[in-house]
């Protein structure tokens, strides 16, 4: 019997061991992962290389992607929203800069019901005119709104002045860029790169479904995959866009940084950590609670398949940018400076890694871990390797790292 009224002895284990999954290679070069549960529910997941790295045409790996349900060769939009939803079961599309990802959230009972037209989906969408011309429409409304955004506008000029206004991960989406896509850029963007590249399913599977799934994805692929390689262009290292009446400035600063497969990449993220990445962090402290300059700050790491990119972003009252910055560059600077004492090394070390344990509380985002590792090419052992080296991180670890990496940041400021 459990003595309830005693308190469980206390447990520190950061130990993180992601779960062994089945990787099924098709004949067609397609890598199938599937990761069994208990749970009646499934997730399938079909990833293309297909985001905004491929695009001849700004904006059109965002519309083709969205437009995939709006329409097959044998039903309508709204007919497709209906059958998905009798079955309780949705579709997401998430284009991104590198990767273009479809899945399907269905209960495992009803997974041969609802695929067929999830295939029909993938296989053969029709692209309507009047559905491209409404999510046009849509988009251009909320360009105009969100522009009005200094924050918006200012993580936008960070990118584009880090990366170039040319280069897939530097340039924006425009209300010219939108207008002038049309159906044929559409459909010649899908049959080029829509084919898929890797399939994640995780859920309570039949051996009979699994076989129906593998089966469909191991037919020959129709797009040709191709990949034009895009180097930095850095544009101004220090920018101010005036607002007229506006009471607050956005500031972003930001520089490339290492990607994920670089040996110090785990003493940058907790460096991170340090300096902004959580409520304790020392931007916060400083530029919140003891400045009272903004309501949040933040720093982050941003990692894509062919850069990463470090970032901090803060809204200031306009008439304390200079402070904001200043204060910003020193705790940068005293973390090139001064090594981290003990204790704060030991609570930003916990927390870290407690989130991190915490982040594969539930299967789907085990999965999304396990994404991360095959997308990117990265070693099985990426995230066991990331806190084993977090745990052991030093003080002079972080110094030196801050030394390599928090230097020459361009610096975005909008209001």
């Given at each position: 019997m459990i003595?309830?009224?005693v308190?469980p002895p206390f447990?520190?284990?950061f130990?993180?061991?992601?779960p ?5 290679p ?6 199938f992962?599937f ?8 997730k399938?997941?079909v990833v293309?290389?297909a985001?905004?790295w491929?695009?001849?045409?700004n904006?059109?790996?965002h519309f083709?992607?969205i437009?995939?349900d ?5 039903k309508p939009?709204?007919e497709i ?6 079955y309780?079961?949705?579709?997401e ?6 990767f273009?990802s479809v ?8 997974l041969?019901s609802?695929f067929?037209?999830?295939g029909e989906?993938?296989?053969v969408?029709?692209f309507?005119?009047?559905?491209l011309?409404l999510s046009?429409e ?7 709104i ?10 936008r000029?960070i990118r ?7 280069h897939?991960?530097?340039i924006?989406l425009?209300?010219?860029d939108v207008?002038s896509l049309?159906?044929?850029d559409?459909?010649?963007?899908y049959?080029?790169?829509f084919?898929?590249?890797?399939v994640?399913?995780?859920g309570r599977?039949?051996?009979e479904n699994?076989h129906?799934?593998t089966?469909?994805?191991?037919m020959p692929?129709?797009?040709?995959y191709s990949?034009?390689p895009?180097?930095?262009h850095?544009?101004d290292l220090?920018?101010?866009?005036p607002?007229?009446?506006s009471?607050?400035t956005?500031?972003r600063m930001?520089?490339i940084?290492l990607?994920?497969?670089a040996?110090e ?8 950590h340090?300096?902004?990445g ?10 919140r609670?003891?400045?009272?300059l903004t309501?949040?700050?933040h720093?982050?790491?941003h990692s894509?398949?062919n850069?990463s990119l470090f970032?901090?972003?803060a809204?200031?009252n306009?008439?304390n940018?200079s402070?904001?910055?200043?204060e910003?560059?020193?705790e ?5 400076e001064e090594?981290l004492?003990?204790a704060?090394l ?11 344990q ?7 985002s085990v999965?999304?871990k ?10 099985p052992s990426f995230?066991d390797t990331?806190?084993q080296?977090?745990q052991?991180?030093?003080a002079n670890d ?9 230097h020459?940041?361009?610096l975005v400021?909008?209001?």
């Amino acid at each position: 019997m459990i003595n309830r009224a005693v308190a469980p002895p206390f447990s520190e284990d950061f130990s993180f061991r992601l779960p062994v999954v089945e990787k099924l290679p098709l004949p067609n070069g397609v890598d199938f992962i599937f990761l069994p549960v208990q749970q009646d529910v499934v997730k399938l997941e079909v990833v293309f290389r297909a985001g905004k790295w491929f695009e001849p045409k700004n904006g059109v790996s965002h519309f083709t992607s969205i437009l995939l349900d709006k329409g097959t060769k044998t039903k309508p939009a709204k007919e497709i929203a209906e059958y998905f939803d009798y079955y309780g079961a949705s579709v997401e599309i998430v284009p991104g800069y590198d990767f273009v990802s479809v899945s399907l959230y269905t209960l495992s009972k009803n997974l041969s019901s609802v695929f067929p037209l999830f295939g029909e989906i993938l296989s053969v969408p029709s692209f309507p005119e009047n559905e491209l011309a409404l999510s046009q429409e849509i988009v251009t409304q909320e360009l105009k709104i969100n522009n009005r955004k200094n924050s918006f506008v200012a993580s936008r000029l960070i990118r584009k002045n880090i990366f170039g206004d040319h280069h897939p991960y530097g340039i924006s989406l425009s209300e010219i860029d939108v207008a002038s896509l049309s159906v044929n850029d559409l459909q010649i963007f899908y049959h080029t790169f829509f084919s898929p590249f890797q399939v994640y399913l995780i859920g309570r599977v039949s051996t009979e479904n699994l076989h129906y799934l593998t089966d469909y994805f191991s037919m020959p692929q129709a797009g040709t995959y191709s990949e034009n390689p895009a180097e930095p262009h850095p544009l101004d290292l220090h920018f101010h866009q005036p607002v007229s009446d506006s009471l607050q400035t956005s500031i972003r600063m930001g520089k490339i940084t290492l990607n994920r497969s670089a040996a110090e990449y785990p003493q940058l993220l907790l460096l991170n950590h340090v300096l902004g990445g959580y409520f304790g962090s020392r931007l916060m402290k400083n530029i919140r609670e003891e400045k009272g300059l903004t309501y949040g700050i933040h720093s982050g790491v941003h990692s894509f398949k062919n850069s990463s990119l470090f970032s901090i972003g803060a809204d200031v009252n306009a008439t304390n940018l200079s402070v904001a910055t200043r204060e910003i560059q020193k705790e940068i600077d005293r973390l090139k400076e001064e090594p981290l004492s003990r204790a704060e090394l030991t609570v930003c070390k916990n927390h870290f890694l407690g989130s991190l344990q915490l982040e594969a509380a539930n299967p789907f985002s085990v999965m999304e871990k396990i994404k991360t590792i095959y997308l990117n090419q990265l070693n099985p052992s990426f995230y066991d390797t990331l806190f084993q080296a977090v745990q052991h991180a030093s003080a002079n670890d972080l110094q030196l790292c801050a030394e390599k990496q928090l230097h020459s940041f361009h610096l975005v400021s909008v209001g």
